[in-house]
């Protein structure tokens, strides 16, 4: 069975420029979480969608910060611009239990912002 | 809200020792617990969860954690550890409505 696919899995550009982060979750799964990893703040929680629609984004740092959920198969973190501080490892999980249950993690993407 | 601290950031072992990795949480509702797993550049796997029943609950790998309400600690044990086991684990809190909340981590290592 296919996991969640995140794309890219590395990605390095300069301060400025815009990033597009993807993800397709489980098939089936209808909840899906960006995170966000570092050594200073561990596992961060950025935003939730539930059945495509964003619940909770109180986890998106600031305005540069954007993600979409166009449809149930497929979700975008944007960063635009993009600053040195945002170099993380950015998670994407699905769920098909909301807020309860087993989280199912990609690979990551490993950002680094010069 | 609810939070979870995880006791130690780095544990040492030697292979086939035991081990066990604490987790205290605090919450005002009833709670999930989770641990998850995490190998070097890999995203999180869930190796055992607590959702109610048996407070002694056996995941993946021969690892075990065991629920204790009184005292809010959900650590995670393993008899004998392998050089395999090296990775990094997180506890894992989700109470009520709540979203899910994890640790810091611990980085288990095991040496020969």
């Known amino acids: 069975d296919a996991g969640v696919i995140q794309s890219p899995r590395h990605e390095v550009t300069e301060m400025g420029q815009e990033v597009t982060l993807r993800c397709k979750p489980i098939?089936?799964?209808?909840?899906l979480f960006w995170y966000r990893q570092t050594m200073m703040r561990g596992l961060e929680l950025l935003i939730y969608f539930n059945n495509n629609v964003p619940i909770d984004d109180s986890g998106m740092p600031e305005d540069r910060f954007s993600a979409k959920m166009p449809n149930a198969s497929f979700s975008t973190l944007k960063i635009q611009p993009s600053e040195p501080r945002d170099s993380a490892v950015y998670f994407c999980a699905s769920s098909n239990r909301g807020l309860a249950g087993e989280l199912f993690f990609g690979e990551g993407s490993r950002l680094t912002v010069l | 809200a609810q939070s979870v601290t995880q006791l130690d950031s780095q544990v040492p072992v030697f292979e086939e020792a035991p081990v066990e990795l604490r987790c205290n949480y605090s919450?005002?509702?009833?709670?999930?617990l989770f641990w998850y797993v995490q190998y070097p550049n890999q995203g999180l796997q869930l190796l055992l969860k607590?959702?109610?029943?048996?407070?002694l609950v056996k995941g993946i790998n021969g690892f075990e954690a065991e629920f204790n309400k009184s005292q809010t600690s959900f650590h995670l044990r393993k008899p004998s550890v392998h050089i395999s086991d090296t990775a990094e684990y997180f506890c894992a809190v989700q109470g009520g409505s709540e979203k899910l909340v994890f640790g810091k981590g611990t980085k288990l290592t095991v040496n020969p």
């Open positions: 098939s089936g799964h209808n909840s």
């Open positions: 919450s005002s509702v009833s709670v999930y």
């Open positions: 607590y959702l109610s029943g048996s407070t």
